[in-house]
DNA sequence: GGAGCTTCAATTTTT
DNA sequence: TTGAAGCTCC
C-alpha cells in the first residue's frame, strides 16, 4: 500500500486514501488525476476488494485502456483484466446483453453507430414524408439524441409542452413523430443506438429494481473520470448503482467542461456537494506540466468565468517563457509563421517534432497550415478524422457480421445489400421497406416471403432477392462453427467482397485492401489472445460484442512528427510547445457561441485546455485575414487575448490595444510589421527570422497527405502569383493599371515605379497574404515587371508585380 | 448502377 | 473553397 501512494504529493494521498464516502476531486490541468485514479483502484484491491466489485468508468476507450495498463504494473494483470473498468457505453452495454431479456430483447441485439442512426433517419424523414430541407438529418439527430440523454422518452418529448414550442418555434413541429418512430424502428431491428445504451440502462434499474439491486450489491465501490463530461443519463445511473453504499469517487475539472454540445452538464461536477451532502471534497491543484508562466496565464483566462469551483492551481516549476501572442496579415502567414517557429525551435532547442502542436478551433483551419508543413518539410499528422471502423470498407463487412447473428438489422441489410452490387436497386428496396412498415415487420421478414407481403417485382428480382436470402442463411450456419477470422475470410468469398475489391484499381483499392487486412489481422490477433487467455470462444458473437464500441482511432504512428488537432482533440495530452492559431473573433470564440453567457464560458474553458495542453512554450496566433467559406474575411484578434495577464505576455508581441474597434485593416503598417518579427528567445527582431531561411534544413520524411490527391497545385515559391491565389484577396488594390515604369540599375534593374508606389531592391515591403519581406531583385518590364521578394514568414516568392497586392514600407 | 453535373451548406465529437 | 448529396443521362 504505502509503495502505492509513496509518489504521491499530500492532496494526492489523501484523495486516494478516503474510501468513507462521497468524494469530489477536483483536479486541475497536469495535476496527477489519472494517476490518483489509478492508486485509488490499486489500493482498493489491496485493501481486500475483489476486482469484479470496482466499477472505473471512462469517456473513451483510450483512457480506459491507459488506465488499466497503469493499474496492471500498480498490482497484477490478472486483477486488473477482472476489474469492471471501460466506458460507460461498454460497461453498460455488457450489463444491457446480460440482462436483455429483462425488456425484451436477444441478448445479441445490435448497436446502431451514428451512421445507421442517420441513415435510419433519413429514411423516416421520407416515409413521413417531410422536407428533408427543413427536417435536416443532422439537427432531428442531435434533438433525439439530446432528449435521450436528458432522459426524455419519445412519449415524454411529445408530451412536453415546452419542447413542442420549441420545435414550432424552428418549424419542426413533427420532430416527436419521427422520434417515436425511430424508436420503433430500432426495436424492430433489435437494435439500440449509443444514447440507448444509457437510457436503457436506466429504465433497466427504473423498471427492476431487483437487478438494480444485484449490480449495486456487486459494484462495492465506483469510480468516474472526467466526471465534468457526465450528462444527466450517466449521472443518474451513477447514482442509483452508488445508491445503497454511497462509495463512489467522481474525478473531473470544471475548467475543463468543453462537451455540453454532446449533452454534458457542468452542473453534474458543480452540485456534486449538494447532490452528495456527506461527500468530502479534494482539490489537486498542483500542476506539474506546466511552467509557472503558463499556469498563471491560463488562471488568469479562466477567471474571467463566473460558473466555477474556486481553485488555484500552482506550478512549482521554473517561471519559463513567456507566452508570445503573434499577428498574422492571413491565415496562410499565420500558418508559415507557426510553420517557421517550429523548424527554427526545433533546430535551436534540439527537440523533437513531436515536442510541437499546432491547435486551432475547427478542422477547416488544418488546410493552410498542413499546406506550410509540407513545404516547410516539417513531418506532420493530422489528429483526428475519420477512425478505422468508419471506413466504408470496414462498416460494410462488419454489417454482414451483424447480421449473422441479427438478421432483423435494418441498416445492415441495406448495407449488405447495396454492397457488393447484386443488381437490387432502390426500387426494390423501397418496396420492401413499405411492405415492411405497413405489415410492422422487419425487413428481414418481408425478405423471406416477399409475395406474402404484397411486394411486387418481375421474377428476376426475386430471385435475386431469393439468392440474397439464402446466402445470407447459408452463412450463418456457419457461424458458430468457425472462429471470427476463418469465418470472415469465407464470408468475403461467398458474399463477392474479395472478388469486388480486386476489380478496384488505383490508390484507393490499394488502401481498401490494407484496411480489410487490417480487420482480417485484428480478429486474428483477437482470436490468439483469447485462445492464450483459455477463453474458447473465438466466435464471431464474442468478437463483436468487443468491437461494437470501438471506434477510437488505432493509431500506431509512434515515428517523430509535429501534432495537428482541434483544441478539442487536444484535451488529455500534453506538449512541450504548443500553438494555439486562430485566435479571433467568431473564429475562437466560435460565432455561435457568442450569443449567450454559458457559451461563452466554455468557448474560454476550451481556450483554458488549449493553454494547459503546453509544457515549457505557448504560443497564440491570429491573423487579420481569413479564408473562410470561399470567402476572404477579415477579423479582429479574439476578446480572449485581452483577458489574458499582459505581465506573462512577451514584450513585442502583437500589440492588442490599436486594433479593436479600428477598422480591420486599417493603414497602420507598424501593426502588421511590427507584430510577428520577436522570437521565443526574446531577439526581437525581423532579421532574426529571416536568418533562419539559410538554416541547413534537416530531411524529414514527407508526411502522407490526408487525402489520395496530395495538392500539388499550391503555388510554387518560384512561380508568380497566380490570378487564383491573387482572386483570394478581392479587397486588394492590384488591378492591371499597375504596369510599372522600370529604372535600370547595375545587375538587373534597381527600381520600379508603379500605381502601388516605388519598389526598390533591397527595400520592404508588405504583402497582403505573405506578409512582411525584402526585395531581392527586380526583373522585366511592364506587364512582365517580377519582383523576387524575401518574405520574412513564407520564404522567397516571385511575384508579378501587376498582381501582387503589395505596397512598400518605411 | 455509375459518371458527371449542380446545389447547398459550412463548430467542436466520443460512444 | 471544399464536400456531400441529389439529380440526370447513358
Given at each position: 500500500?504505502?509503495?502505492?501512494?509513496?509518489?504521491?504529493n499530500?492532496?494526492?494521498?489523501?484523495?486516494?486514501?478516503?474510501?468513507?464516502?462521497?468524494?469530489?476531486?477536483?483536479?486541475?490541468?497536469?495535476?496527477?488525476?489519472?494517476?490518483?485514479?489509478?492508486?485509488?483502484?490499486?489500493?482498493?484491491?489491496?485493501?481486500?476488494?475483489?476486482?469484479?466489485?470496482?466499477?472505473?468508468?471512462?469517456?473513451?476507450?483510450?483512457?480506459?485502456?491507459?488506465?488499466?495498463?497503469?493499474?496492471?504494473?500498480?498490482?497484477?494483470?490478472?486483477?486488473a483484466?477482472?476489474?469492471?473498468?471501460?466506458?460507460?457505453?461498454?460497461?453498460f452495454?455488457?450489463?444491457?446483453?446480460?440482462?436483455?431479456?429483462?425488456?425484451?430483447?436477444?441478448?445479441?441485439?445490435?448497436?446502431?453507430?451514428?451512421?445507421?442512426?442517420?441513415s435510419?433517419?433519413?429514411?423516416?424523414?421520407?416515409?413521413?414524408?417531410?422536407?428533408?430541407?427543413?427536417?435536416?438529418?443532422?439537427?432531428?439527430?442531435?434533438?433525439?439524441?439530446?432528449?435521450?440523454?436528458?432522459?426524455?422518452?419519445?412519449?415524454?418529448?411529445?408530451?412536453?409542452?415546452?419542447?413542442?414550442?420549441r420545435?414550432?418555434?424552428?418549424?419542426?413541429?413533427?420532430?416527436?413523430?419521427?422520434?417515436?418512430?425511430?424508436v420503433?424502428?430500432?426495436?424492430?431491428?433489435?437494435?439500440?443506438?449509443?444514447?440507448?445504451?444509457?437510457?436503457?440502462?436506466?429504465?433497466?434499474?427504473?423498471?427492476?429494481?431487483?437487478?438494480?439491486?444485484?449490480?449495486?450489491e456487486?459494484?462495492?465501490?465506483?469510480?468516474?473520470?472526467?466526471?465534468?463530461?457526465?450528462?444527466?443519463?450517466q449521472?443518474?445511473?451513477?447514482?442509483?448503482?452508488?445508491?445503497?453504499?454511497?462509495r463512489?469517487?467522481?474525478?473531473g475539472?470544471?475548467?475543463?467542461?468543453?462537451?455540453?454540445?454532446?449533452?454534458?452538464?457542468?452542473?453534474?461536477?458543480?452540485?456534486?456537494?449538494?447532490?452528495?451532502?456527506?461527500?468530502?471534497?479534494?482539490?489537486l491543484?498542483?500542476?506539474?506540466?506546466?511552467?509557472?508562466?503558463i499556469?498563471?496565464?491560463?488562471?488568469?483566462?479562466?477567471?474571467?468565468?463566473?460558473?466555477?469551483?474556486?481553485?488555484?492551481?500552482?506550478?512549482q516549476?521554473?517561471?519559463?517563457?513567456?507566452?508570445?501572442?503573434?499577428?498574422?496579415?492571413?491565415?496562410?502567414?499565420?500558418?508559415?509563421m507557426?510553420?517557421?517557429?517550429?523548424?527554427?525551435?526545433?533546430?535551436?532547442?534540439?527537440?523533437?517534432?513531436?515536442?510541437?502542436?499546432?491547435?486551432?478551433?475547427?478542422?477547416?483551419q488544418?488546410?493552410?497550415?498542413?499546406?506550410?508543413?509540407?513545404?516547410?518539410?516539417?513531418p506532420?499528422?493530422?489528429?483526428?478524422?475519420?477512425?478505422?471502423?468508419?471506413?466504408?470498407?470496414?462498416?460494410?463487412?462488419?454489417?454482414?457480421?451483424?447480421?449473422?447473428?441479427?438478421?432483423?438489422?435494418?441498416?445492415?441489410?441495406?448495407?449488405?445489400?447495396?454492397?457488393?452490387?447484386?443488381?437490387?436497386?432502390?426500387?426494390?428496396?423501397?418496396?420492401?421497406q413499405?411492405?415492411?412498415?405497413?405489415?410492422?415487420?422487419?425487413?428481414?421478414?418481408?425478405?423471406?416471403?416477399?409475395?406474402n407481403?404484397?411486394?411486387?417485382?418481375?421474377?428476376?428480382?426475386?430471385n435475386?432477392?431469393?439468392?440474397?436470402?439464402?446466402?445470407?442463411?447459408?452463412?450463418?450456419?456457419?457461424?458458430?462453427?468457425?472462429?471470427?477470422?476463418?469465418?470472415?475470410?469465407?464470408l468475403?468469398?461467398?458474399?463477392?467482397?474479395?472478388?469486388?475489391?480486386?476489380?478496384?484499381?488505383?490508390?484507393?483499392?490499394?488502401?481498401?485492401?490494407?484496411?480489410?487486412?487490417?480487420?482480417?489481422?485484428?480478429?486474428?490477433?483477437f482470436?490468439?489472445?483469447?485462445?492464450?487467455e483459455?477463453?474458447?470462444?473465438?466466435?464471431?458473437?464474442?468478437?463483436?460484442?468487443?468491437?461494437?464500441?470501438?471506434?477510437?482511432?488505432?493509431?500506431?504512428?509512434?515515428?517523430?512528427?509535429?501534432?495537428?488537432?482541434?483544441?478539442?482533440?487536444?484535451?488529455?495530452?500534453?506538449?512541450?510547445?504548443?500553438?494555439?492559431?486562430g485566435?479571433?473573433?467568431?473564429?475562437?470564440?466560435?460565432?455561435?457561441?457568442?450569443?449567450?453567457?454559458?457559451?461563452?464560458?466554455?468557448?474560454?474553458?476550451l481556450?483554458y485546455?488549449?493553454i494547459?495542453?503546453?509544457?515549457?512554450?505557448?504560443?497564440?496566433?491570429?491573423?487579420?485575414?481569413?479564408?473562410?467559406n470561399?470567402?476572404?474575411?477579415?477579423?479582429?484578434?479574439?476578446?480572449?487575448?485581452?483577458?489574458?495577464?499582459?505581465?506573462?505576455?512577451?514584450?513585442?508581441?502583437?500589440?492588442?490595444?490599436?486594433?479593436?474597434g479600428?477598422?480591420?485593416?486599417?493603414?497602420?503598417?507598424?501593426?502588421?510589421?511590427?507584430?510577428?518579427?520577436?522570437?521565443?528567445?526574446?531577439?526581437?527582431?525581423?532579421?532574426?527570422?529571416?536568418?533562419?531561411?539559410?538554416?541547413?534544413?534537416r530531411?524529414?520524411?514527407?508526411?502522407?497527405?490526408?487525402?489520395t490527391?496530395?495538392s500539388?497545385?499550391?503555388?510554387?515559391?518560384?512561380?508568380?502569383?497566380?490570378?487564383?491565389?491573387?482572386?483570394?484577396?478581392?479587397?486588394?488594390?492590384?488591378?492591371?493599371?499597375?504596369?510599372?515604369?522600370?529604372?535600370?540599375?547595375?545587375?538587373?534593374?534597381a527600381s520600379?515605379?508603379?500605381?502601388?508606389?516605388?519598389?526598390?531592391?533591397g527595400?520592404?515591403?508588405?504583402?497582403?497574404?505573405?506578409?512582411?519581406?525584402?526585395?531581392?531583385?527586380i526583373?522585366?518590364?511592364?506587364?512582365?515587371?517580377?519582383?523576387?521578394?524575401?518574405?520574412v514568414?513564407?520564404?522567397?516568392?516571385?511575384?508579378?508585380?501587376?498582381?501582387?497586392?503589395m505596397?512598400?514600407?518605411?
Amino acid at each position: 500500500m504505502d509503495k502505492i501512494i509513496e509518489n504521491l504529493n499530500d492532496r494526492q494521498k489523501e484523495a486516494v486514501l478516503y474510501n468513507q464516502g462521497p468524494s469530489l476531486v477536483i483536479a486541475g490541468a497536469g495535476s496527477g488525476k489519472t494517476k490518483v485514479l489509478t492508486c485509488k483502484v490499486a489500493c482498493l484491491l489491496k485493501l481486500g476488494l475483489a476486482p469484479w466489485n470496482i466499477l472505473a468508468l471512462t469517456f473513451t476507450n483510450k483512457a480506459a485502456r491507459e488506465m488499466k495498463e497503469r493499474v496492471a504494473k500498480l498490482v497484477d494483470p490478472r486483477s486488473a483484466s477482472r476489474l469492471w473498468m471501460g466506458t460507460f457505453h461498454s460497461l453498460f452495454l455488457r450489463i444491457l446483453r446480460t440482462e436483455a431479456a429483462a425488456f425484451g430483447y436477444p441478448s445479441d441485439f445490435s448497436v446502431y453507430d451514428t451512421n445507421d442512426t442517420k441513415s435510419l433517419l433519413k429514411t423516416i424523414i421520407k416515409e413521413l414524408q417531410l422536407d428533408d430541407k427543413t427536417y435536416k438529418v443532422s439537427s432531428v439527430a442531435s434533438r433525439i439524441s439530446n432528449a435521450k440523454n436528458a432522459l426524455i422518452s419519445a412519449e415524454d418529448y411529445f408530451n412536453s409542452p415546452d419542447i413542442q414550442q420549441r420545435d414550432r418555434d424552428s418549424r419542426m413541429p413533427r420532430v416527436a413523430q419521427i422520434y417515436a418512430q425511430y424508436v420503433a424502428r430500432c426495436r424492430q431491428a433489435k437494435a439500440m443506438d449509443f444514447d440507448d445504451i444509457l437510457f436503457n440502462t436506466n429504465v433497466l434499474f427504473r423498471d427492476h429494481p431487483e437487478i438494480l439491486a444485484q449490480w449495486q450489491e456487486r459494484f462495492q465501490y465506483i469510480l468516474v473520470d472526467e466526471y465534468q463530461d457526465t450528462n444527466a443519463s450517466q449521472y443518474l445511473i451513477v447514482k442509483k448503482l452508488a445508491e445503497p453504499h454511497h462509495r463512489v469517487c467522481v474525478v473531473g475539472d470544471d475548467s475543463q467542461s468543453i462537451y455540453s454540445f454532446r449533452g454534458a452538464n457542468i452542473e453534474n461536477i458543480l452540485k456534486f456537494q449538494s447532490n452528495y451532502p456527506e461527500s468530502k471534497l479534494f482539490k489537486l491543484e498542483q500542476n506539474y506540466r506546466s511552467t509557472q508562466n503558463i499556469v498563471n496565464i491560463a488562471n488568469s483566462l479562466i477567471s474571467n468565468n463566473q460558473n466555477r469551483i474556486k481553485k488555484e492551481v500552482f506550478s512549482q516549476r521554473e517561471k519559463g517563457n513567456l507566452i508570445q501572442i503573434m499577428g498574422a496579415m492571413s491565415d496562410v502567414e499565420e500558418a508559415y509563421m507557426v510553420a517557421g517557429k517550429i523548424a527554427e525551435m526545433r533546430n535551436r532547442q534540439y527537440e523533437h517534432w513531436a515536442d510541437f502542436a499546432v491547435l486551432y478551433r475547427t478542422n477547416a483551419q488544418s488546410r493552410v497550415l498542413e499546406e506550410a508543413m509540407r513545404k516547410r518539410n516539417i513531418p506532420y499528422r493530422v489528429y483526428g478524422g475519420m477512425s478505422f471502423y468508419q471506413h466504408k470498407e470496414i462498416k460494410d463487412i462488419l454489417a454482414y457480421l451483424r447480421l449473422m447473428l441479427n438478421p432483423d438489422d435494418e441498416e445492415s441489410i441495406k448495407r449488405a445489400f447495396k454492397y457488393p452490387s447484386k443488381g437490387i436497386g432502390d426500387t426494390t428496396l423501397n418496396k420492401l421497406q413499405d411492405a415492411s412498415r405497413q405489415h410492422g415487420v422487419s425487413l428481414w421478414t418481408v425478405l423471406e416471403s416477399p409475395i406474402n407481403y404484397g411486394v411486387v417485382a418481375n421474377n428476376g428480382t426475386l430471385n435475386k432477392l431469393a439468392a440474397f436470402r439464402q446466402m445470407i442463411e447459408q452463412l450463418q450456419a456457419k457461424v458458430n462453427e468457425l472462429s471470427v477470422y476463418d469465418f470472415t475470410q469465407m464470408l468475403l468469398q461467398v458474399s463477392g467482397i474479395s472478388q469486388d475489391m480486386l476489380k478496384e484499381t488505383g490508390v484507393e483499392g490499394i488502401t481498401h485492401r490494407e484496411n480489410v487486412q487490417s480487420l482480417l489481422a485484428g480478429m486474428h490477433e483477437f482470436c490468439q489472445t483469447r485462445l492464450e487467455e483459455g477463453i474458447e470462444d473465438t466466435s464471431m458473437a464474442a468478437y463483436l460484442s468487443e468491437v461494437a464500441l470501438n471506434t477510437d482511432q488505432d493509431e500506431e504512428d509512434n515515428e517523430d512528427k509535429v501534432f495537428l488537432m482541434t483544441v478539442h482533440a487536444s484535451k488529455g495530452l500534453e506538449f512541450n510547445n504548443v500553438f494555439v492559431t486562430g485566435m479571433e473573433e467568431n473564429i475562437f470564440p466560435s460565432q455561435r457561441s457568442c450569443e449567450s453567457q454559458a457559451e461563452l464560458e466554455e468557448e474560454r474553458r476550451l481556450l483554458y485546455v488549449a493553454i494547459t495542453r503546453a509544457g515549457n512554450r505557448c504560443a497564440l496566433s491570429f491573423a487579420k485575414s481569413r479564408f473562410r467559406n470561399g470567402n476572404t474575411e477579415f477579423s479582429r484578434p479574439s476578446r480572449f487575448l485581452r483577458e489574458l495577464d499582459p505581465r506573462l505576455i512577451e514584450q513585442g508581441s502583437a500589440s492588442l490595444s490599436s486594433p479593436f474597434g479600428a477598422s480591420p485593416f486599417g493603414s497602420s503598417s507598424s501593426y502588421g510589421s511590427s507584430s510577428y518579427g520577436s522570437s521565443y528567445s526574446g531577439q526581437s527582431s525581423s532579421m532574426n527570422l529571416q536568418r533562419k531561411q539559410t538554416y541547413p534544413q534537416r530531411t524529414s520524411p514527407m508526411p502522407k497527405p490526408r487525402s489520395t490527391s496530395p495538392s500539388m497545385n499550391t503555388a510554387s515559391s518560384m512561380s508568380a502569383e497566380s490570378p487564383r491565389s491573387w482572386k483570394r484577396m478581392p479587397a486588394s488594390p492590384a488591378t492591371a493599371s499597375t504596369v510599372g515604369q522600370a529604372v535600370p540599375g547595375k545587375t538587373g534593374l534597381a527600381s520600379v515605379q508603379s500605381s502601388k508606389g516605388n519598389f526598390v531592391v533591397g527595400q520592404k515591403v508588405l504583402h497582403d497574404r505573405f506578409g512582411e519581406g525584402r526585395i531581392t531583385s527586380i526583373e522585366g518590364q511592364g506587364d512582365n515587371c517580377k519582383i523576387g521578394v524575401e518574405f520574412v514568414h513564407s520564404g522567397f516568392k516571385m511575384l508579378l508585380l501587376k498582381f501582387a497586392s503589395m505596397r512598400p514600407i518605411e
